[in-house]
């Protein structure tokens, strides 16, 4: 009997079917080292990719990987090069990989706007752009990815000082379908920038502005009232100039609010966590409020029994809370899903409060007690607490923090 060979057997359609079939990464390699036929259909089918590459290598990629959707080639904190990707590589990105839709560059200090220029000519399919702490960048090179790239849908640009409201003009102009957008530590970026953003750029259901310090409450309410239906996560980590009016109006208008950050917003106080915690009560997931002083045991107390669906918590250096915030819990019908609680720095909550906490909640996996002087692991002990299998309890600093409130 004849042998038969499958590549005569069988066509392309019916080997990227085979191929799809693969649920790793690894078998697809596999699948690519049968033949050079083989090769090239894995190759051709392959989506995404991470690499550190010069020049030549990209345009390399570029021949093989031609169908490639995400591209990441950021870098690490703590093990960046210099100049790593350069403006030159972003030209061969922008020529070759026509049909990528996710870029990473994130840490990538040695790209500046003339690269921006050529990702925004040659990218129009790119719906999501990373390019936090490329701190060359400015207004320029980021408005032309907003005229070239209109369909983005993520942009994130935490770290890049020069930016300005200019961006968010362009954005406002180019980008309708902007959903979600990272400008923290953008010191720049004001209450009439945030206005022009959502003149345009009504879905956004992520907005970070944390250490964004001329945002205040105008800008807020602004945001609020305008992405009323899609606004999901809120970032406003120091921005010092928010207060009342701000929570008040996410209260008003934005009812499915899932994850608030205002901690260092000292100004807020308890009638306006109150009615956020009403509106809210269904949705709210993740609140961290550390330093906000002028909240004490009502809010946090109303916020524990309202909102039924709250998972992670931080109250820390909130020092007026005391152990009469978890006295409402025994009244509950249903048991807490909270898995995050940070006090650290509440000086007066001690193991009588927590003992009424954990009698409600089963699912606590982290707690936050640093500088809590009556939460110590010995008085933990000797009161007999007991603490859910899986749950973590940072004493002393020694344990890594969840980034559920970061």
């Not at 690519?32 to 030549?56: D, I, P």
């Not at 109303?302 to 669906?309: D, G, H, Q």
Request: proline residues 1%; glycine residues 8%; hydrophobic residues 35%.
């Amino acid at each position: 009997m004849a042998s038969i060979c499958i590549n005569e057997k069988l066509t392309d359609d019916e080997l990227r079917s085979i191929l799809s079939k693969l649920e790793n990464d690894k078998d697809r390699e596999i699948f690519g080292l049968v033949c050079k036929r083989w090769l090239g259909l894995q190759s051709n089918e392959r989506k995404r990719l991470a690499a550190r590459a010069g020049t030549h290598m990209l345009q390399k990629m570029a021949a093989r990987f031609s169908r490639l959707i995400e591209l990441d080639l950021s870098q690490s904190v703590s093990r960046s090069f210099y100049p790593g990707v350069t403006d030159s590589d972003l030209a061969v990105i922008a020529d070759g990989f026509r049909c990528l839709k996710v870029l990473n560059l994130q840490n990538c200090k040695g790209i500046s706007d003339k690269g921006m220029s050529s990702i925004g000519g040659g990218l129009s399919s790119l719906q999501s752009l990373n390019v936090s702490y490329c701190r060359k960048l400015t207004d320029k090179g980021l408005s032309a990815v907003a005229e070239g790239s209109q369909g983005l849908r993520s942009l994130h640009l935490d770290g890049c000082k020069f930016v300005t409201d200019e961006v968010l003009k362009a954005l406002s102009k180019n980008c309708p379908n902007l959903e979600e957008l990272g400008l923290q530590g953008c010191t720049s970026i004001t209450d009439c920038g945030l206005a022009d953003l959502v003149s345009g750029c009504r879905q956004i259901h992520f907005l970070d502005v944390n250490k964004c310090s001329n945002v205040g409450d105008s800008g807020v309410s602004t945001v609020s009232e305008a992405c009323s239906s899609f606004l999901r996560t809120l970032k406003l980590m120091d921005c010092f100039r928010v207060g009342n009016k701000s929570i008040l109006s996410l209260a008003r208008f934005c009812k499915n609010l899932e994850t608030l950050i205002i901690g260092g917003c000292r100004d807020i106080s308890d009638d306006s966590i109150k009615s956020l915690a009403t509106s809210c009560q269904g949705s709210l997931k993740n609140l961290r409020m550390d330093w906000c002083l002028n909240i004490s045991n009502s809010s946090i107390s109303f916020i524990l029994t309202k909102c039924r669906n709250l998972e992670a918590l931080d109250i820390g250096c909130c020092g007026e809370v005391t152990d009469a915030v978890f006295h409402g819990l025994g009244a509950m019908e249903t048991e807490m899903r909270l898995k995050v609680l940070k006090i650290s720095s509440c000086p007066k909550i001690t193991v009588t409060g927590i003992g009424m906490l954990l009698d409600k909640c089963n699912s606590l996996e982290y707690l936050d007690v640093r500088s809590c002087p009556h939460m110590t692991k010995s008085g933990c002990d000797e009161v007999g607490l007991q603490f859910p299998d899986c749950c973590k309890v940072n004493f002393n600093g020694s344990l890594n923090e969840p980034d559920v409130l970061l």
